[in-house]
T-cell receptor, first 115, second 116 residues
Framework: DTAVSQTPKYLVTQMGNDKSIKCEQNLGHDTMYWYKQDSKKFLKIMFS???????INETVPNRFSPKSPDKAHLNLHINSLELGDSAVYFC??????????????FGPGTRLTVL | AQTVTQSQPEMSVQEAETVTLSCTYDTSESDYYLFWYKQPPSRQMILVIRQEAYKQQNATENRFSVNFQKAAKSFSLKISDSQLGDAAMYFCAYKTSNFGNEKLTFGTGTRLTIIP
């Protein structure tokens, strides 16, 4: 069974459209994340949620809105897509235990292409 | 804010040889975690090895080992007996030990090529 899954794996859309990427984890983890990997392969945190509560928001444009209906799901909605939003978006999850290194498990990524 | 630097954009190694990938980081914290992730062409992020800063002993995982120099803020990855399947992007990452601030800060990556 896939631990962290994302849908879709590929997304091609026009500038100005609104799109969503879904993420689900079946590991029972408390914390979920969205990372963005740009065309130069640089990975950067966007958001993290702990038990449906937003913990980290790393100066991401308001057009990006994460939504966590429950602790197993963290979706990413993007409004008014721009060319610069083209990237691979990774979802990840981890347990949240004090004193532990809390390994993050990554999904397969969603390659978003904005034309 | 913490930063992670990987100064080698690309490296290559002959199959069965040993290669070392460099990583330095900047932090004012005394306790933290360091990781090496591998990203093959499939783009899946795979944890290779981790190190807790409070542990002096260098971590090892089969053919993978690290050289952790805390004072120098250096965390290099050594791959022994390189195999074709080791070809990938390798990312060094930092995580604070502060409970609740669980984000990974990544370096820019090193693309490793294995020469048959």
């Amino acid at each position: 069974d896939t631990a962290v899954s994302q849908t879709p794996k590929y997304l091609v859309t026009q500038m100005g459209n609104d799109k969503s990427i879904k993420c689900e984890q079946n590991l029972g983890h408390d914390t979920m994340y969205w990372y963005k990997q740009d065309s130069k392969k640089f990975l950067k945190i966007m958001f993290s949620y702990n038990n449906k509560e937003l913990i980290i928001n790393e100066t991401v444009p308001n057009r990006f809105s994460p939504k966590s209906p429950d602790k197993a799901h963290l979706n990413l909605h993007i409004n008014s897509l721009e060319l610069g939003d083209s990237a691979v978006y990774f979802c990840a999850s981890s347990p949240l235990t004090s004193g532990g290194y809390n390994e993050q498990f990554f999904g397969p990524g969603t390659r978003l292409t904005v034309l | 804010a913490q930063t992670v630097t990987q100064s080698q954009p690309e490296m290559s190694v002959q199959e069965a040889e040993t290669v070392t990938l460099s990583c330095t980081y900047d932090t004012s914290e005394s306790d933290y975690y360091l990781f090496w992730y591998k990203q093959p062409p499939s783009r899946q992020m795979i944890l290779v090895i981790r190190q807790e800063a409070y542990k002096q002993q260098n971590a090892t995982e089969n053919r993978f080992s690290v050289n952790f120099q805390k004072a120098a803020k250096s965390f290099s990855l050594k791959i022994s007996d390189s195999q074709l399947g080791d070809a990938a992007m390798y990312f060094c990452a930092y995580k604070t030990s502060n409970f609740g601030n669980e984000k990974l800060t990544f370096g820019t990556g090193t693309r490793l090529t294995i020469i048959p």
